[in-house]
């Protein structure tokens, strides 16, 4: 097979690609080792920044999202049992994000790849990546059939993940990380929903975050020993944990079942070597953000809506200037992405290894910024997405 890109990976960063892509006539493949009701099924954040949620809409892909998907005017922070209200659309002159999560924007997005004849293969082994310093890179795998395959390509894109092949392939690379000494559990219960806005709070016991999914189903987040297992999680501890970090006199969240449990790690880490001769990194394969803010799907989506104009001046009039500096510009966006995550993960949750006297910075941070319309706009600004093009 030949195509123009080759595309490893359909998740946000490699599907909004393979659309951008198209849209301005330029074909691509798409291929994932995942099955595509695993894609389709795996549940993570939830939060759509403006930008994104306009450019879905722009692609043809908002439809259901405008539907069923949440538009919140701002956040709650709790902290020292009481909440504190951040509207948004007032401090940040109209900004608002919607509530709809990532499994779905992947749903919308492959149906819509599907109906307009999007080559994507998924469940496919042994992906690897050769000659990317030449100008005919190339994809093989194993198809789901068993058969070997190839795909030639201009240029590859390497919308992986944190653990695909992709960055593996870039011999040397510059890379920072930090991990963080806690993790969330995130369940799904079966309740209508307990707020009209999303609760951030920070708790001597922890960190809890009180979101939502649909009319329905709410989504709730505890934090945890990352290394914790399930076991120690029976549903009546996991309540009494929200309770005791999300309640206020006068209101109390709103149990129902719980019918999914996970823990996750959290992690911040970026790859600054995102290009290594026709292949160009996007989204987790190189940075992961911890879950606190929700940016991630958010930062993929801004990769490649940059390497797509890059690609798209490639194609349509010669000029390599903006693939040559996809990598420098793309990390201004993604330092400061990772400095909102880190900064609303340290300020909400109790660090195990810090003093109690970063635990009270902590506590007049989240004062500061619900007293001086200053910090709170810093804080607005950032969560409904800071621009993502210069
Ligand atoms: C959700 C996840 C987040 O990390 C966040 O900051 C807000 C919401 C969610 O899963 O709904």
Not at 78 to 98: A, D, I, P, S, Y
Not at 246 to 271: N, W
Not at 303 to 324: E, N, P, Q, W
């Amino acid at each position: 097979q030949r195509a123009p890109v080759g595309i490893i990976g359909a998740g946000p960063a490699g599907l909004f690609l393979a659309l951008l892509l198209k849209r301005e006539g330029i074909e691509s493949v798409v291929i994932d080792s995942r099955t595509r009701p695993d894609i389709e099924g795996t549940i993570r954040a939830g939060v759509l920044e403006q930008w994104c949620a306009d450019l879905m809409r722009d692609l043809g892909v908002g439809e259901r999202m405008d539907r069923e998907g949440h538009f919140h005017e701002g956040i709650t922070l709790q902290f020292g049992g009481e909440r504190h209200h951040l509207n948004f659309v007032e401090l940040t002159g109209g900004k608002q994000v919607v509530v709809y999560p990532q499994h779905d924007v992947l749903i919308d997005l492959i149906a819509h790849l599907e109906g307009q004849g999007q080559p994507m293969l998924f469940s496919v082994k042994d992906t690897a990546l050769h000659d990317l310093e030449s100008d005919h890179p190339s994809i093989t795998f194993t198809d789901p059939e068993g058969q070997a395959q190839r795909i030639e390509c201009d240029f590859i894109a390497g919308c992986d993940g944190f653990h695909g092949p992709s960055r593996q392939a870039i011999p040397r690379r510059r890379e920072f990380q930090k991990v963080y000494p806690f993790g969330w559990l995130g369940v799904l219960v079966e309740a209508p929903p307990s707020y009209h806005e999303l609760i951030y709070s920070n708790h001597e016991r922890g960190f809890a975050l009180l979101s939502t999914r649909t009319p329905e189903i709410q989504r709730m987040y505890i934090q945890c020993n990352p290394r914790d297992d399930l076991k120690n999680y029976p549903d009546e501890r996991i309540w009494e944990e929200l309770h005791a970090r999300l309640d206020v006199p006068g209101h109390s969240i709103t149990e129902g079942r719980i019918f999914q449990k996970g823990i996750i790690a959290m992690r911040s880490f970026v790859c600054e070597t995102m290009q290594h001769g026709r292949l160009f990194l996007a989204g987790d394969a190189c940075h992961i953000v911890p879950p606190t803010g929700a940016k991630g799907l958010n930062l993929a989506v801004g990769d490649v809506l940059r390497l797509s104009r890059a690609l798209t001046r490639h194609y349509k009039i010669g000029d390599d200037s903006k693939l040559r500096t996809y990598a420098p510009e793309a990390l201004r966006r993604i330092w400061l992405a990772e400095r909102f995550s880190w900064y609303m993960t340290t300020m909400l949750h109790r660090d195990p290894d810090e003093t109690d006297f970063e635990q009270q910075i902590h506590v007049a941070d989240l004062a500061y910024v619900t007293q001086s319309r200053a910090a709170a706009t810093a804080l607005a600004e950032n969560y409904v997405g800071l621009p993502v093009l210069e």
